[in-house]
């Protein structure tokens, strides 16, 4: 009985001392976030020894999923207010990845250990955007020519064939997705996905020729052999083989293929404004056609690249 009565008495004696300082440790850190390609930075709730902070030998930091690779740090910077610890890398960040970050002697804490991660929703949305502007599969990317300069000319057929791509792209993604997932990577058939693909494609082509053609007869005709060229459409086939060898999940893979079925149509409808402004235009007979098509579209091409680099969350 005694010694249960001091083996309590140790225990509440550890309590009464290890607690304050677990408190301190879980309120230490007020915000972490990743900033340009190769810094994390770290809020703290109180200002923290100069010396203690920018010492690189107190971080540990790794990936969440390969702790046994330790991220070499180039520097490790305190704010003026002593509040904002800038941790460099010498190598950039793969900030899809969690990184886990254990510091010691942070305000006299033997080891202070947070992770570091990104919003899913922002990462959710940088896929989208991604695959919108910064890697447009047309303009950056150069795939599916062949139905965006046939395609091109006229406003409405544009965006008749914008919205249809986009729906045939985002559904044989997910269904793409689906057999990926629960059917070639089961049973070791990854080798078929080109030919699985292609075939999930054709059936998503085929029902949408045969639902156009009994709602709207005209925007049927006015695409013409282009509908079915889709299912040769590089970029309706590029958007499955990316998230196989990215395994992206449901979601991801839905903001993948809506991204590139928009970015495909803010493409044909750029290219088809400016088609119609070239058919009033004076231009030589030399270039008339898909010379000047070719032209307008290496102009766009050059303009995209201005969103190579651009970071969204």
């Given amino acids: 009985m005694m010694r249960t009565r001091i083996q309590y008495i140790v225990l509440a004696t550890l309590i009464f001392f290890i607690a304050p300082l677990s408190a301190l440790a879980e309120g230490l850190?007020?915000?972490?976030?990743?900033?340009?390609?190769?810094?994390?930075?770290?809020?703290?709730?109180?200002?923290?020894?100069?010396?203690?902070?920018?010492?690189?030998?107190?971080?540990?930091?790794?990936?969440?999923?390969?702790?046994?690779i330790i991220l070499a740090l180039s520097s490790a910077t305190l704010?003026?207010?002593?509040?904002?610890?800038?941790?460099?890398?010498?190598?950039?960040?793969?900030?899809?990845?969690?990184?886990?970050?254990?510091?010691?002697?942070?305000?006299?804490?033997?080891?202070?250990?947070?992770?570091?991660?990104?919003?899913?929703?922002?990462?959710?949305?940088?896929?989208?955007?991604?695959?919108?502007?910064?890697?447009?599969?047309?303009?950056?990317?150069?795939?599916?020519?062949?139905?965006?300069?046939?395609?091109?000319?006229?406003?409405?057929?544009a965006k008749g064939m914008g919205v249809v791509f986009t729906m045939v792209i985002v559904v044989s993604a997910l269904m793409s997705w689906f057999f990926f997932n629960y059917i070639l990577t089961p049973f070791n058939l990854n080798f078929l996905q080109i030919v699985v693909f292609i075939g999930l494609v054709s059936l998503t082509v085929q029902a949408?020729?045969?639902?156009?053609?009994?709602?709207?007869?005209?925007?049927?005709?006015?695409?013409?052999?282009?509908?079915?060229?889709?299912?040769?459409?590089?970029?309706?086939?590029?958007?499955?083989?990316?998230?196989?060898?990215?395994?992206y999940n449901i979601f991801e893979t839905f903001m993948l293929a809506l991204g590139a079925g928009g970015g495909f149509l803010l493409a044909l409808y750029l290219m088809s404004a400016v088609s119609e402004r070239l058919q009033l235009a004076k231009i030589p007979p030399t270039f008339k056609g898909l010379p000047i098509a070719f032209i307008v579209a290496g102009q766009f091409a050059m303009a995209f690249l201005g969103f190579s680099g651009l970071q969204v969350f």
């Fill in 79 to 157: 704010g003026k207010e002593g509040k904002n610890i800038t941790l460099v890398f010498k190598d950039p960040l793969n900030m899809v990845k969690t990184h886990v970050v254990a510091a010691k002697n942070l305000a006299g804490i033997d080891k202070t250990t947070f992770k570091v991660s990104k919003s899913y929703l922002g990462y959710l949305f940088g896929i989208l955007i991604s695959a919108l502007l910064i890697n447009n599969f047309v303009f950056t990317k150069y795939l599916g020519l062949c139905v965006f300069f046939g395609t091109s000319k006229k406003k409405s057929t």
């Fill in 208 to 247: 949408v020729d045969t639902v156009l053609r009994k709602v709207n007869p005209i925007l049927f005709n006015s695409f013409g052999v282009y509908l079915v060229l889709v299912i040769a459409n590089c970029v309706i086939i590029a958007v499955p083989l990316i998230l196989a060898n990215n395994n």
């Fill in 29 to 68: 850190i007020v915000d972490q976030t990743f900033s340009g390609k190769n810094q994390i930075i770290v809020t703290l709730s109180g200002p923290v020894d100069k010396v203690v902070a920018e010492n690189i030998d107190n971080y540990t930091v790794f990936e969440e999923a390969d702790p046994d």
